[in-house]
């Protein structure tokens, strides 16, 4: 969750009630620091407050969906006029709570913007897929993927678990009829270890099915 305000109370008071709720927290003190933290990470929400002060909240809101980010937004402001909700919701705001607001409540509409946006967004381990930014995650931080990296990501990820037969891959990927060397899945896994295992010679989550293919890894709930 990104935090961006700049009253240091309520950021310690947003920030504790996100931790309550198993919500991490990243604080941003005005826009130019909001910018930078979404180009370190990009939050499940975005939490942001009006008036900062290097922009306003709508300017920021504006220039976030303009620049393609996808991530839900809930305006936070002292304002209570109607043309302010309503201008907030029309540059790409997709929910607004007024101050003084109960932190209950607060939480209570974050959660219901995770639940909109579940089916955007599907989580494997510290791998993260956003398939409306068309973006991968790996804890938090932002992998940059070619097109086809991305695809064959995408279809591994669609049944975790499952092995998937390089012919298979190839013709998900390249398409049906594409005459391509099953190697070339080979290589585009090689890159995609690089770029998202901790370990590429040790993988954890794209793992080989000796005589097969391969299959992302699909880990066990936590009881």
Known sequence: MLVVDDEESLLELVAYNLR??????VLARDGAE?????????????????????TDGFTLCRHLRERGVQTPILMLTARDSEIDKVLGLELGADDYVTKPFSPRELVARIKALLRRTEGRRQQIGP???????????????????????????????SEPGRAFSRQELLDRVWGE??????????????????????????????????????????PLPRL
């Open 127 to 157: 791998i993260l897929i956003d398939y409306t930014g068309h973006e991968v995650y790996r804890d938090g931080q932002r992998v940059q993927l070619t097109p086809t990296e991305f695809k064959l990501l995408a279809t591994l990820a």
């Open 34 to 54: 909001a910018l930078r933290r979404l180009e370190e990470r990009r939050p499940q929400v975005i939490i942001l407050d009006i008036m900062l002060p290097d």
């Open 177 to 218: 009829e594409s005459f391509g060397d099953p190697r070339t899945v080979d290589v585009h896994v090689r890159h995609l270890r690089e770029k998202l295992e901790r370990n590429p010679s040790q993988p954890e989550w794209i793992l080989t099915v000796r005589g097969h293919g391969y299959k992302l890894n699909s």
């Open 20 to 25: 309550r709720n198993g919500l991490e927290p």
